[in-house]
């Protein structure tokens, strides 16, 4: 999991956090790009991971009449956030907020075809 980890971190000089997490919410692995801050304590961070971890299953009632969540982004002023669902776990990603959204978009399809197997 760690190499995962660490290929989604340098995929983009612009990335500040990457974690895998497990369907309960509990971070598996993380890691924050070298230079950056956190922007929350570890514990704010780990009720974060919590709150994805129930909403994609609140999410998966839609999944009949909308169909499955390809990902989830969120816009803030101060960080871009990203969710993409695996098999098993969920990937959580952060990036600076200024980065186009087409670069955005592109981190998805790369991150997707990284952890399709996790």
């Known amino acids: 999991m760690l190499g995962i980890v660490q290929k989604i971190i340098e995929l983009d000089p612009q990335m500040r956090f990457a974690a895998i997490i497990d ?4 971070i598996r ?7 950056k801050t ?5 514990r704010e961070e780990e009720h974060f991971c919590r709150q994805v971890a129930q909403r994609r299953k609140m999410r998966k009632e ?3 009449s909308l169909g499955k969540v390809r990902y989830v982004h ?3 002023e101060s960080v871009s956030q990203m969710v993409i669902y695996t098999k098993r776990n969920i990937v959580y990603f952060a990036t600076e907020p ?15 075809r990284i952890t399709a197997d996790i």
């Open 23 to 26: 369907h309960r919410g509990r």
């Open 29 to 35: 692995e993380a890691i924050m790009k070298a230079g």
């Open 38 to 42: 956190s922007l929350e304590s570890q």
């Open 62 to 64: 839609f999944d009949r």
């Open 74 to 76: 969120v816009e803030r």
């Open 98 to 112: 200024e980065m186009p959204i087409s670069a955005k978009v592109r981190l998805v399809t790369r991150i997707k």
